[in-house]
């Protein structure tokens, strides 16, 4: 079993939908939950982060934390074309004094106009 | 600040021969990364780094050599290339604090034929 789980997609929504993205994890010592976006032929840039449940928003932007439920969510509000991008999960922690980077695979997002 | 750089974008290889991808950054982070992403795979950390003159192993580092002996570069040398390497390769340095958060380079898209 993969310690992050993502669906891959690819999910399609039309503008101006609410889109949400999720990721399941298995290892409780994670600590930093994380969304990256990544456009076509780029890098990815990190979106937002969180440490602990709860919500966080910026903008149209809410990350969802569910530790107990070992459960994170990427909602966007209004959706626009410019949306349209793979998004990743990635969770941290430290563990025994070494940095510990998991990515989710990524889920292929399609804003249609 | 330029962030981190790689050179170079593109590249074709030939069975059996050697090159280097080179990855530098300029924002004085201890951590560096390489990935590779594949269709359907997700990120795959290569090798990494903790600072300089210190390297280890990733989840996929069979027929990939790294060395740090700066701060700034971390290049990753292919030794013998095989088709299997056909892949995009991200550089990528984080924070040596939490949220651990990867800022990447643009990647390289490599293909061996």
């Known amino acids: 079993q993969k310690e992050v789980e993502q669906d891959p997609g690819p999910l399609s929504v039309p503008e101006g939908a609410i889109v949400s993205l999720n990721c399941t994890y298995s290892n409780s010592a994670f600590q930093y939950f994380m969304w990256y976006r990544q456009y076509s032929r780029k890098g990815p840039e990190l979106l937002m982060y969180?440490?602990?449940?709860g919500n966080k928003e910026d903008g149209r932007f809410t990350a969802q934390v569910d530790k107990s439920s070992k459960y994170i969510s990427l909602f966007i509000r209004d959706s626009q074309p410019s949306d349209s991008a793979t998004y990743l999960c990635?969770?941290?922690?430290?563990?025994?004094?070494?940095?510990?980077?998991?990515f989710g695979q990524g889920t292929r997002l399609t804003i249609n106009p | 600040n330029a962030g981190v750089t790689q050179t170079p974008k593109f590249q074709v290889l030939k069975t059996g021969q050697s090159m280097t991808l080179q990855c530098a950054q300029d924002m004085n982070h201890e951590y560096m990364s390489w990935y590779r992403q594949d269709p359907g795979m997700g990120l795959r950390l290569i090798h990494y780094s903790v600072g300089a003159g210190i390297t280890d192993q990733g989840e996929v580092p069979n027929g990939y050599n790294v060395s740090r002996s700066t701060t700034e570069d971390f290049p990753l040398r292919l030794l013998s290339a095989a088709p299997s390497q056909t892949s995009v390769y991200f550089c990528?340095?984080?924070?040596?604090?939490?949220?651990?958060?990867?800022?990447f380079g643009p990647g390289t898209r490599l293909t061996v034929t």
């Open positions: 990528a340095s984080s924070t040596s604090g939490g949220p651990y958060e990867q800022y």
């Open positions: 969180t440490y602990s449940s």
């Open positions: 990635a969770m941290s922690s430290r563990i025994q004094g070494a940095q510990k980077l998991v």
